[in-house]
């Protein structure tokens, strides 16, 4: 057999190398020794760490679970409180007060209203066709001038998730009183401004006075001026009227023109469309006669498109249908 230190052919049973002269269990000994020493020492659980046991292993599948099912937990209640995004405002639009802005649309003019405190239903703003050769045809032939009013309410049910019955007791409770005998139409669920609203509509006959010319009262001076313009070359009596003697204390108006009325029996046709923020609820309502219902009806669909909702509730309101509660 060859010689483990100098492959010399040896004889077979012999104890060392006659080449080398190495004997063979020293050599055997001495690679043994080596060998140990270069391998480091492992510390007295490597045994056990190096192959989990069987209870190791069930604790480290119930861990992973948790801290799964924790994460989850906490990515959600981060989702739940924040505000879902709409639509950027533009530069152009009217900031309404809660909470609430509105582009309107070409041909409209908006008279915003501050309704910033209000613990009742407020007028935020009345929006009117001014110059506007349709709606005079239509006042002129019996119709009303077509306009479209907003109003927040502090405190109501969200509008997305209110029941007919809530919408009506809160939100239309105030229709009820324009119209002699209400007719509740279909409701829609829509989307404004990325969140959930509701499209209304109702109609009834309604016995009204409209007035068609306003009345002019003007105090005497003033009075005297303008029936002179009216009637040139006429004469015109003025008169003073004291209570205690001195100029000034007392001075009568006077009635130029005492305007034009026409009453009668109509059938009211009301378009309207709700949305809430965070602390309050928009109504857009239209108001016209029936033969004027897609006026009014294209006109909240309009109008609709350009709400913008600043004051946005949280994510966890909408799902939960927590009321739109002013702060």
Known sequence: MPCPNCQAETPAGATDCAACGVVFEKWLKRQQNVA??????????????AAPGPEAEEAFDKTIPLIAGGVAAAIFVVFALMKPSGQPVPASA???????????????????????????????????????????????????????????????????????EQLDATYLAGWKGQLDR?????????????????????????????????????????????????????????????????????????????GEYREGDYEIALEAMLVSGRGHTLLLSCRAQLHQTHDCDSAIDDFAKNVRVVDRPRRLDVWLGKPAKAP
């Open 182 to 258: 209400f007719n509740a139409g279909p409701r829609e669920r829509i989307e404004v401004d990325g969140l959930r609203g509701v499209r209304l509509s109702a109609n009834g006959p309604k016995h009204e006075r409209v007035e068609i010319r306003k009345p002019l009262i003007l105090k005497e001076a003033q009075a005297v001026a303008e029936l002179r313009k009216r009637n040139p070359g006429k004469s015109v009596i003025s008169y003073e009227a004291r209570m205690s003697g001195k100029p000034g204390d007392f001075i009568p108006e006077v009635v130029v023109d005492p």
């Open 36 to 49: 140990a020493a270069s391998t480091p020492a492992l510390p007295p659980d490597a045994a056990g760490s």
């Open 94 to 164: 009217t900031v309404l007060s809660g909470g609430f802005a509105l582009k309107v649309p070409d041909g409209w003019t908006v008279k915003p209203v501050d309704c910033d405190g209000a613990k009742e239903p407020c007028t935020a703003a009345t929006i009117s066709k001014e110059d506007d050769p349709a709606a005079a045809a239509a006042e002129a032939s019996g119709g009303f001038p077509l306009g479209v009013t907003a109003t927040v309410f502090p405190d109501g049910p969200r509008a997305g998730s209110a029941t007919d």
